[in-house]
């Protein structure tokens, strides 16, 4: 079940979601491409503020270094966050957040599972 494009924008603007949509929540934050889609939903809001810095006059590289100014710092604070985010909405939508460590469990079990099968214990 998909959320109707009113409750997908509430959504992306911090608003949970009914109960019976959290499977769909459960993928959207820890599924394939979650990171990747975090991303995106937190820099689209950027753009156009970025691209108004383009209206203003002046030489193209004082008006890179004023973008680049906003943009690194941005992108930065985004990525560090996104694990508090993505628990936070988790927690919000009544899942459990050891869902994001999941995928990393289950990566070093297989590790440990082929250390001891290769070298025993």
Do not use: N
């Given at each position: 079940?998909?959320?109707?494009?009113?409750?997908?924008?509430?959504?992306?603007?911090?608003?949970?979601?009914?109960?019976?949509?959290?499977?769909?929540?459960r993928n959207d934050?820890?599924?394939?491409?979650?990171?990747?889609?975090?991303?995106?939903?937190?820099?689209?809001?950027?753009?156009?503020?970025?691209?108004?810095?383009?209206?203003?006059?002046?030489?193209?590289?004082?008006?890179?270094?004023?973008?680049?100014?906003?943009?690194?710092?941005?992108?930065?604070?985004?990525?560090?966050?996104?694990?508090?985010?993505?628990?936070?909405?988790?927690?919000?939508?009544?899942?459990?957040?050891?869902?994001?460590?999941?995928?990393?469990?289950?990566?070093?079990?297989?590790?440990?599972?082929?250390?001891?099968?290769?070298?025993?214990?």
């Open positions: 079940m998909r959320p109707t494009p009113l409750q997908y924008l509430g959504y992306i603007v911090g608003k949970s979601l009914p109960a019976e949509m959290r499977e769909w929540v934050l820890v599924g394939p491409g979650a990171t990747r889609r975090y991303l995106f939903r937190g820099i689209l809001p950027l753009i156009p503020l970025l691209a108004a810095f383009l209206l203003i006059p002046g030489p193209r590289w004082v008006i890179a270094a004023m973008i680049l100014l906003l943009l690194i710092p941005y992108v930065y604070f985004l990525v560090a966050l996104t694990y508090v985010y993505r628990r936070h909405r988790l927690l919000t939508h009544g899942l459990d957040p050891a869902l994001l460590t999941q995928r990393e469990e289950h990566r070093r079990q297989r590790e440990r599972d082929d250390y001891e099968r290769r070298f025993g214990r």
